[in-house]
């Protein structure tokens, strides 16, 4: 399963963590480890082309964005679109994928 973490403070996305795989299909056909790390790698990529230094950690099964304490707008508006992505694929395969709200 593939769990994903999202830390929030205030309505601000602080920090997002995927990590896992989602063991639908053998390795190379699972479609729902291909959705969430098209989803994560488009996420970071948006990040960096928007131009923001923030921490990314990316490895396979895992993926770890933390803002840094940035506040931009920009910056939330990216990682809000990811997480209502991520939601979307969970809506569809809950069993795959597992995603966590935390207030800190």
């Known amino acids: 399963m593939i769990l994903a973490d999202v830390a929030v403070h205030n309505g601000r996305i602080q920090s997002i963590s995927?990590?896992?795989h989602a063991m639908?299909?053998?390795y190379g056909r699972d479609l729902v480890c291909a959705e969430v790390s098209a989803?994560?790698?488009g996420l970071c990529?948006?990040?960096d082309e928007a131009g923001f230094d923030i921490p990314m950690h990316v490895e396979p099964?895992?993926?770890i964005i933390?803002?840094?304490g940035s506040e931009a707008h920009d910056l939330q508006v990216i990682l809000k679109t990811g997480v209502s992505q991520?939601?979307?694929i969970e809506q569809v395969h809950s069993e795959y994928l597992?995603?966590?709200e935390m207030e800190v």
Do not use: M, Q, R, Y
């Open 98 to 100: 597992k995603i966590t």
């Open 86 to 88: 991520l939601k979307t």
């Open 61 to 63: 099964g895992s993926v």
């Open 18 to 20: 995927v990590n896992g």
């Open 66 to 68: 933390d803002t840094d």
């Open 24 to 26: 639908s299909a053998e």
């Open 39 to 41: 989803v994560c790698t």
């Open 45 to 47: 990529n948006a990040i």
